[in-house]
């Protein structure tokens, strides 16, 4: 069986990229210059945090595979990211709504994740969780913003918030493999951070006059390979040039 | 501690300064000694250099060349044989900015970062006295600026737009 710390890693990667190359679509459509660079900037910082964790994967694997191997040469079904972050960018309220609703989570993540007894994933929650504070603040000044804002603005972070959260359930799921790694301390219980993430969720929606949804049925199936049709557009684009140029490097 | 005070041997110093000497790419007028982003310069007895640096932001473009550059500045200094390490622990904060990287910054009209990086910055508004007329009636334009490491500012009293290096 391959090792788990390996699976793990590539669980958050693929979590982080994805969603990097989702907000990067924003580039150079952004609804005004400072947030089209903002939306690129948090790309960066989630690609960045892809990087480190694709090349420790490909490190402890020791299958000569690279940190670009592991991002541009899997398919669809070998891809761990759960399936919110591909969810497809629609106006601005639901990209920042699926940001909100990301980063609450992925904030005290990491900050939990810095008492890792795996070292480099602790290194790398360390950085990670300075940058996720500036996400969390940025999504949720904006939700306030547009929530509170005027009837349309409402109106499409109402919807956004309907449709996106049925997946976040997602956030919370373990499997054999991933509590092992808790039970040794390598690994976060999610189910920890529940609470946490609640708390944040419903003091920015309760500022934006929006409602929490009752919780229903869940989508899940991303850490499974199982993909919404969205996942494989993603892979297509993100992954054309390493695919037309096998080999091809900078 | 993030680098030592100072380096061992001579050979160590002159390799530190020649590193010290490369510039942040993005922002020309602070070396990466006043970033605190060259952890460590050490030469071996064989005479092969470590440079030890570490990144501002996961994914910050400047590393890559920040680490040729070092290289360069070490070949150029007569070292040939060099190596340039990125470590990500402990995570770089702008605590190590120093003092005279902060004076640099703010005559170069970016806002040095405010206080100590740590926990409670989250959902606050931090007041960032504008490097230009020092006024501190500014507001926040944008959580990020032209780079991640900053975000983006307004002076109220002499009306320019200006960055802000964030805390981290």
Redesign the interface.
């Known amino acids: 069986m391959r090792d788990p710390v390996v699976e793990y890693s590539l669980r958050l990667a693929d979590n982080c990229v994805i969603l990097g190359q989702r907000l990067s679509e924003w580039c150079g459509h952004g609804p005004t210059l400072?947030?089209d660079?903002?939306l690129s900037?948090?790309?960066?910082?989630?690609?960045?945090?892809a990087?480190?964790l694709y090349a420790y994967a490909a490190e402890r694997e020791g299958e000569d595979r690279d940190e670009d191997q592991l991002a541009f040469l899997r398919d669809c079904r070998e891809f761990r990211n759960i399936l919110l972050v591909e969810q497809p960018n629609g106006d601005f309220g639901r990209t920042i709504m699926r940001q909100l609703l990301f980063s609450a989570f992925m904030?005290p993540f990491w900050q939990a994740m810095t008492g890792s007894r795996d070292?480099?994933l602790?290194?790398?929650a360390?950085?990670?969780e300075?940058?996720m504070?500036?996400h969390?603040?940025?999504s949720?000044?904006w939700v306030i913003r547009l929530g509170d804002g005027t009837d349309e603005s409402h109106r499409r972070c109402r919807n956004a918030l309907e449709e996106l959260w049925d997946y976040t359930g997602e956030l919370f799921e373990t499997d054999a493999i991933e509590n092992a790694l808790i039970g040794n301390g390598v690994a976060v219980d999610p189910a920890s951070l529940r609470e946490q993430w609640q708390k944040t969720v419903e003091n920015v929606l309760a500022q934006a006059t929006l409602t929490c949804p009752a919780d229903g049925y869940m989508q899940t199936g991303g850490r499974q390979g199982l993909h919404s049709e969205h996942l494989g557009h993603i892979l297509s684009e993100m992954q054309f040039l390493q695919r037309a140029y096998p080999g091809g490097t900078w | 501690m993030h680098q030592r005070a100072f380096p061992d041997t001579d050979c160590d110093r002159r390799a530190y300064e020649a590193a010290a000497t490369v510039c942040d790419p993005e922002i020309p007028v602070l070396t990466i000694a006043d970033l605190g982003v060259l952890r460590d310069v050490s030469v071996d007895e064989d005479g092969k250099v470590l440079a030890v640096i570490t990144p501002t932001y996961s994914g910050c473009p400047a590393m890559s060349m920040i680490a040729v550059e070092v290289e360069a500045a070490l070949l150029k200094a007569g070292f040939p044989d060099v190596c340039v390490k990125t470590v990500l622990s402990p995570a770089w904060t702008t605590d190590w900015m120093t003092e005279t990287g902060k004076r640099k910054l703010r005559d170069y009209g970016i806002a040095p970062p405010v206080g100590k990086a740590g926990r409670g910055v989250l959902f606050g508004i931090d007041d960032v006295p504008c490097p230009r007329c020092g006024s501190s009636d500014t507001e926040r334009v944008s959580e990020f600026g032209s780079t991640a490491c900053k975000a983006f500012y307004r002076c109220q009293s002499c009306a320019e737009p200006f960055d802000y290096f964030k805390c981290i």
């Open positions: 400072e947030e660079i903002a900037n948090i790309a960066l910082d989630l690609i960045g945090q990087r480190m904030h070292e480099t602790a290194a790398i360390a950085k990670a300075k940058e504070a500036y969390l603040r940025h949720a000044e």
